[in-house]
C-alpha cells in the first residue's frame, strides 16, 4: 500500500501536492492500494477543516484514494507498541523536565558539542516529575537506507540519541506514530519531502525493534525553491495549490507541471493516465528544482488549448458556447483562465471612451459611431451578420473611416485599443452586441 500523510495544518503546498501525485502514481503502477492518513497528532497546530479541504483537492486533481484513516485513531494502537517497547527495554520512561534538558543544552552550546540525550539522565528527576515521557533506546548500530531518488544514505550511530516516542499526555510523537502506521497498513513505498530524511533512521529503527522485517521504500524529494533561488516558503504565494487554482491554472496543468519538475519525461505535455504509463522516480533529478511560473503558464496554455468550447464555457460558468468559443481565441493571448475572464470581463465591461483614450476628438469619435452603432442595432439584427457588412454599414451610418474608425471600433466591442482579429472575435460576440454597446457616461 502506498500513502499520502498530510498535516492539517495548512494550506496545501505544491510539494505535499507533488508527494501526494507520485504517491498516487506508484500504487496505480503497483497495483496497490492508495490510503490518505491525516496526520492530526498535533493538536495544537491542527486547523478545523483542513482534512476536508485537503481531501477536496485531492479529489479535484483527480488522486482518488481508496481509505482515508485519522492517525489519531491509532493512538492506542501507538501506546500499545510503546509499553511492547518498554517490556523489551528497547523503550524507557524519562522523567527529564523541560527545565532539565534546557540547561543541558545550554551547557553544550557552551562547551561547542553538540546536543546529545543521555539514558542515565532518565530518573534523575524521578521524585519532582510526575508525568514521564517515553523515550525509544537510540542505535549503536549505523543505520542507512537505500533512497530511491538520493542513493545510500548513511547515518552515523552517535546520530540517534534515545528520542521520545510518547509524550508526557499519552500522545505519540510524529516519528513513532508514522513509523506503526506505515507498519500497521503495510505500506511498501513512501514518497515524500527530503526534510524527511532525517526522520528515516527513527522511524527504521522503531519498526526494527518490533521485528517487523519489511523492507520499505523510500523516495524523498528534493525541495522546490522559488524563482529567487530561495527555499519556498509559505509567504510564496504560488507554492500555495488554492492560490495557483485561484489564479486560473487547471489541476492537469498544475499536475503536468509538478511531475514534469527536474524529471525526464517522454513528451512536455501530458495527463495522469498517461503519466501512470512511464512514470519512473529514479528519474526526478536529486538537485532541488526552481518553481518557473513562465513554464507553468506555458504548460496551462497547452492544456487549455485541449479544451473545447463547451468544456470552456463551463469552466467559466456559463452556457454560452460563444463565451466559450472566445475564451479559446483568446488563448493567443492569455495562459489563464484568470486572464481570460478579465479579457470577456472588458468586452462586457462599459467602456471609458473619456478616460481612457487620449485626445477629446478621439472620444468624440468614438461617441459618434456609438450612436451609429444603437442605431444601427436598433434597425438590423446583426447576431447573424458577417463582420465585412457590419463594418460597412457602421462605416455608413457613422461617417467614420480609416484608423480611426477601425480603433473606436475595436475599444467600443473589445475594450482594448490592440489585440486579435476583430473579425476572428466578431463571430463570437455578435451575439452580444446589444449587452457590449455600453459606454460610461
Ligand atoms: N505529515 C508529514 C508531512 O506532512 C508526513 C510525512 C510523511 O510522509 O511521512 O510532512
Redesign the pocket.
Known sequence: ML?????PTGDMHIG?LR?AIFNFIIAKQKKEKFLIRI?DTDFTRNIEGKDKEILSLLNLFSLLWDDVVYQSHNFSKHQHFAELLIQKNLAFYCYCTKEFLEQKKQEAMEQKKPFRYQDEWATLQKDINPKPVIRLRGSAIPLFFEDRIKGKIQFDSNELDSFVILREDGIPT?NFA?AIDDMLYDISF?V??E??VS?TPKQMLVQQYLGYDKKIEYAHLPIILGEDGKKMSKRDASSSVAYLLEEGFLPQAILNYLVSMGNKTPNEIFNLTEAIEWFDITNIAKSPVKFDLKRLRFINREHLKRLNESEFALLLETKDLSIGGLAKLFLEEASTLNEIRAKIKLIFAPKDIQKEYEGQVFAKQCKILFEALKALLQEKDCSKMEYADFKTEAMQKSGLKGKDFFKALRILLTGESHGLELESVFVYIRLHLKEILKIKE
Open positions: 500513502r499520502f500523510a498530510p498535516s505535499n508527494a496526520e510524529y508514522c513512501v515524500r519531502g526534510d524527511h526522520n
